[in-house]
C-alpha cells in the first residue's frame, strides 16, 4: 500500500499546479477565442463544432491547441527518458522549461496584446506546449489522483468509491484557479492572469528544489523514487 508520504511534496506541488491548470484555460477561453490550452476533451468537442459552423468557435485555434498540447506531450516524454530516476530534480527541470514558455506568453501579451489572429495562435500555442509537456511530466511522476488538467476520471471516482480527499482537493483547485483566472480576465488584465500562472509554476520549482535539498552524504528522500523502485 502506497502511503501519503510515499509522494512527499509532491501533492501540494501538483494541486498548485491545477491550479496554473484553471488559470490559463480561463485566459484561453475568455481572451483567445474559445479554446482551452489543457482540456484537449474540450477541444475536440470545440473542433466538431467548428467544422459544422458554430459561430465563435475557430477549427484552426482548436487545431493549434492540440498540435502544440501534442508536441508538448512528445518533448516531455522524451524529457523524462533521459532525465535520473529522481522525481524532485524530473519536476524542477520540467517547471524550469515551462516557466520560460509562459514567461515568453507573458512577454508577448504584455508588448503586443492578442487582438491579431496571428498573436493569438502563438500565444495558445506556447500555452499549451507548456501544459502538454506539464502533463507528460505528471504523468511519469505517478501520484495517484492528480493529473493537474484532466478531472472526469478523478469525478468519476470520487463519486464511485465515495472518498478521497486528493480527489476533492484536485476538483477544488481547478475550479479556483479557473474562478481566479476569469477574475483577472475580465475585471484586471490577461497580462496579470498569466502572470499568476506563471508565479505558480515558479513556486512549484523553487519548493520542489528546496525539498530536494539534502545534507551532503545523506540519502535522497524516499518520496523521490518512483513508486515501486
Known sequence: ????????????????LTLGTGTVDAVSFLALGHVF???MTGNVIFLGFALAGTAGLSA?????ALAAFLAGALAGGRFCERRPVH?????????????????AAVVLEAVVGHGATPVRHTLIALLAFAVGLQNAVVR?????DLTTTVLTMTLTALAADRAGLRRIASAVSMFTGALLGALLVLHVSVTTALVVALALVV????LTRRA?????????????RPPGA
Open 140 to 144: 511519469h511522476l505517478r501520484v495517484p
Open 37 to 39: 490550452v489543457a482540456n
Open 203 to 206: 513556486a512549484v520549482a523553487v
Open 1 to 16: 500500500m502506497v502511503t501519503p508520504e510515499r509522494h512527499g511534496p509532491l501533492v501540494p506541488m501538483l494541486l498548485l
Open 87 to 103: 522525481r524532485g530534480r524530473t519536476l524542477v527541470a520540467a517547471m524550469a522549461v515551462q516557466a520560460g514558455l509562459v514567461a
Open 60 to 64: 484552426t485555434s482548436s487545431l493549434t
Open 212 to 224: 530536494c535539498a539534502a545534507r551532503p552524504g545523506a540519502p535522497d528522500p524516499a518520496w523521490t
